[in-house]
């Protein structure tokens, strides 16, 4: 799928197969965001059978089957929630449904995978971090920017290596693609999004507590705004949020709408890691007027300088992770507190933002 659209891109490396299909068998529930078809590659990849799917669109499930023709369609989200068998449920539906659905889905005990941002109120989070303690179900969140990208897989396994000794600090950017009018009305209300720094934002705070090794951070300032789409006036094409970490390593990103058409990717994706012993940069999606693919690492440390080209070599290991923690009551692809956590900081930017109200000159 085309890297220049990212409400459909859907990412695929290679994965380790941890089971047979009919061992882990899924349901999926709300077809809103193509982000589903990359959840669902990735966990099938991983041996995991795409089983049933239900939105209320039919035109999306014809689309999703075609896809995926082992997942059976149902007429009801309670048919597929019924079915005893399905042992966790997909979804990237509307924002504002993601935490009411997976409420649901544990109500019938099942785990539950998200896409971002999995919430838009902190009540959302409440409830969810409530149910997964009364249940002990996992309720994962695809956090895919790193996730899914293989450079910033590789990032963390060197991080974890000591290749840049101990992370001081990580500076994230997240630009997108609009593609305005090709997103879907919902899009555009705050309430039913939550706002950039929930949405895009959530990428960059999950990271930076995955490299830092962080189990909590403070958001000292954020800010977000409308600067050139009024006919959207609910909408953030910008933000950015700086934090500390209990451990004190400190945090920059910044998220925006405004990629150019002539990008050859949805966003100039990158990060910097900053090291006692070195430093790592990621050009997550493209490497700019160099080569139009992405998953490239710079590496430099106290032995020199080094390039990596990443794509195909990495993988995406979090999902046969995820498969073996739901079967095994583990938690080796993520954890609960940390998948939370992701989400507790980025509403907490998004409620606390400062909004720039002052269109640039230039």
Same mark, same amino acid.
């Given at each position: 799928?085309?890297?220049? &659209?990212?409400? &459909?891109?859907?990412?695929?490396?290679? @994965? *380790?197969?941890?089971? /047979?299909?009919?061992?882990?068998? %899924?349901?999926?529930?709300?077809?809103?965001?193509?982000?589903?078809?990359?959840?669902?590659?990735?966990?099938?990849?991983?041996?995991?059978?795409?089983?049933?799917?239900?939105?209320?669109?039919?035109?999306?499930?014809?689309?999703?089957?075609?896809?995926?023709?082992?997942?059976?369609?149902?007429?009801?989200?309670?048919?597929?929630?019924?079915?005893?068998?399905?042992?966790?449920?997909? @979804?990237?539906?509307?924002?504002?449904?993601?935490?009411?659905?997976?409420?649901?889905?544990?109500?019938?005990?099942?785990?539950?995978?998200?896409?971002?941002?999995?919430?838009? +109120?902190?009540?959302?989070?409440?409830?969810?971090?409530?149910?997964? /303690?009364?249940?002990?179900?996992?309720?994962?969140?695809?956090?895919?920017?790193? $996730?899914?990208?293989?450079?910033?897989?590789?990032?963390?396994?060197?991080?974890?290596?000591?290749?840049?000794?101990? %992370?001081?600090?990580?500076?994230?950017?997240?630009?997108?693609?609009?593609?305005?009018?090709?997103?879907?009305?919902?899009?555009?209300?705050?309430?039913?999004?939550?706002? =950039?720094?929930?949405?895009?934002?959530?990428?960059?705070?999950?990271?930076?507590?995955?490299?830092?090794?962080?189990?909590?951070?403070?958001?000292?300032?954020?800010?977000? *705004?409308?600067?050139?789409?009024?006919?959207?006036?609910?909408?953030?094409?910008?933000?950015?949020?700086?934090?500390?970490?209990?451990?004190?390593?400190?945090?920059?990103?910044? %998220?925006?709408?405004?990629?150019?058409?002539?990008?050859?990717?949805?966003?100039?994706?990158?990060?910097? =890691?900053?090291?006692?012993?070195?430093?790592?940069?990621?050009?997550?999606?493209?490497? $700019?007027?160099?080569?139009?693919?992405?998953?490239?690492?710079?590496?430099?440390?106290?032995?020199?300088?080094?390039?990596?080209? %990443?794509?195909?070599?990495?993988?995406?290991?979090?999902?046969?992770?995820? =498969?073996?923690?739901?079967? &095994?009551?583990? /938690?080796?692809?993520?954890?609960?507190?940390? +998948?939370?956590?992701?989400?507790?900081?980025? $509403?907490?930017?998004?409620?606390?933002?400062?909004?720039?109200?002052? +269109?640039?000159?230039?």
């Amino acid at each position: 799928m085309s890297s220049a &659209n990212g409400m &459909n891109y859907a990412p695929r490396a290679q @994965s *380790a197969r941890v089971v /047979e299909p009919q061992e882990f068998p %899924v349901g999926v529930i709300g077809l809103d965001h193509g982000h589903i078809h990359g959840m669902c590659h990735g966990l099938q990849d991983a041996g995991a059978g795409i089983a049933a799917v239900y939105d209320p669109d039919p035109e999306k499930v014809e689309a999703f089957v075609g896809e995926f023709p082992s997942a059976k369609p149902v007429r009801a989200e309670e048919e597929l929630l019924e079915q005893p068998e399905l042992l966790m449920v997909a @979804s990237a539906a509307v924002p504002a449904d993601r935490g009411p659905l997976g409420i649901r889905v544990m109500d019938h005990g099942k785990h539950y995978f998200s896409d971002k941002a999995p919430f838009t +109120t902190l009540d959302q989070l409440a409830a969810a971090r409530k149910q997964t /303690e009364s249940t002990g179900l996992i309720w994962a969140v695809c956090y895919s920017e790193r $996730l899914q990208n293989e450079s910033a897989v590789f990032a963390g396994q060197l991080i974890e290596d000591g290749a840049i000794g101990t %992370v001081l600090q990580v500076i994230g950017m997240g630009p997108h693609r609009l593609s305005a009018k090709d997103r879907p009305d919902w899009f555009f209300v705050r309430e039913r999004y939550g706002g =950039i720094l929930i949405d895009i934002g959530s990428h960059q705070v999950e990271q930076f507590l995955h490299y830092t090794g962080a189990a909590d951070a403070r958001v000292l300032h954020s800010k977000v *705004a409308n600067y050139a789409h009024p006919e959207h006036p609910e909408l953030d094409d910008f933000g950015d949020a700086t934090l500390v970490a209990d451990n004190g390593a400190t945090n920059y990103f910044r %998220v925006d709408w405004f990629t150019p058409d002539g990008l050859s990717a949805w966003g100039d994706g990158r990060a910097f =890691i900053l090291g006692t012993d070195g430093f790592i940069e990621l050009r997550k999606n493209t490497d $700019l007027a160099r080569q139009q693919e992405g998953d490239q690492l710079y590496l430099a440390n106290q032995s020199g300088e080094q390039h990596f080209s %990443v794509r195909g070599k990495v993988g995406f290991p979090y999902f046969g992770k995820l =498969i073996l923690d739901c079967l &095994n009551g583990t /938690e080796q692809a993520m954890t609960q507190a940390h +998948t939370f956590k992701a989400a507790e900081l980025s $509403l907490i930017a998004q409620r606390d933002a400062e909004h720039v109200t002052t +269109t640039p000159v230039g």
